[in-house]
């Protein structure tokens, strides 16, 4: 019997938790990494990172300003708090839950952090993580129909009122009104105008988890701290269909061997999972347009 977190899950596209972090002393851990995080990615010493400007990989260097930081598990960062919560029991267990799946059959794939831009606002259109905006009502099905086999989540440290979610959307093709709102490149100026569009509010340690095929949007203010931990987890039941929205964040650096024994036994069980998905695919390009 599906407990109330899957059947929500699975009805909504999406699901807010309590704390998935063990206890306060772990999220003040998580939350002095990130602020050393985000100081070394605004003061340039941090290379990996979102460009204000790009909504979506690859990010440059064409812009000083920094919406996102990239790869907090590296052990370049020297953040290992990272690496040991991406791994922690609750949280593995809950992703295991909503995939329906095994924790022996979890690959590890992303782990990045959401911040504030500091000279302006920025927002991110309307759209599927892995489904393009001038899709065909057909590829739209096709594409949601296969998308069950990981999922995304995002823990906010601080409040958190950014993201935008249209209810059900990660089952069904988007309705004339709705592909209106998201068949271009340009993100909106009212996110509640698009059919059927809620805001989702994260208090301190709450976490939603949500099907990254699900409309969804975000709004950033520049004068609002955000530090927000963002990351997905897949299955291997899944074969190589998340091999293009994962790999695209340029994800080499986490087969060398000094990221892998930085790693707790089931951390470096998962990791084998994902460079066997890596090292059975090619190139991969890009999941959606900048």
Not at 95 to 122: G, K, R, T, W, Y
Request: with cysteine; charged share 25%.
């Amino acid at each position: 019997m599906p407990s109330n977190t899957k059947t929500l899950y699975d009805s909504q596209g999406f699901v807010v938790l309590p704390s998935l972090i063990p206890d306060s002393n772990f999220f003040y851990d998580l939350q002095a990494s990130a602020e050393r995080a985000i100081s070394r990615t605004r003061t340039g010493k941090w290379p990996h990172r979102r460009t204000l400007g790009r909504q979506f990989p690859p990010f440059d260097e064409s812009n000083p300003d920094s919406w996102g930081v990239q790869h907090v598990m590296h052990p370049d960062l020297h953040e290992p708090a990272f690496a040991r919560w991406y791994t922690s029991d609750k949280l593995v267990k809950t992703v295991a839950e909503l995939l329906e799946c095994e924790q022996e059959e979890l690959q590890m794939e992303l782990f990045n952090m959401l911040i504030n831009p500091e000279s302006h606002d920025f927002a991110l259109r309307w759209h599927r993580d892995d489904v393009r905006e001038n899709a065909t009502e057909q590829e739209e099905r096709d594409a949601l129909a296969r998308w069950h086999h990981g999922t995304q989540w995002n823990t906010a440290l601080y409040e958190d009122n950014c993201l935008y979610v249209v209810p059900g959307s990660h089952k069904v093709p988007r309705t004339p009104d709705q592909r209106a709102h998201s068949c271009t490149l340009d993100p909106p100026d009212d996110p509640l105008a698009m059919p059927g569009a809620i805001r989702v509010h994260l208090k301190p340690g709450e976490t939603v988890f949500y099907n990254s095929n699900i409309l969804h949007c975000a709004m950033y203010d520049c004068t609002c701290k955000r530090a927000t931990l963002h990351a997905c987890m897949g299955s291997v039941r899944g074969g190589s269909s998340r091999a293009r929205n994962i790999l695209q964040h340029g994800l080499n650096w986490m087969t060398e061997d000094n990221f892998k024994d930085g790693l707790d036994a089931r951390g470096r069980e998962m990791l084998a999972r994902l460079i066997n998905m890596k090292d059975g695919v090619g190139e991969v390009g890009f999941s959606l347009n900048n």
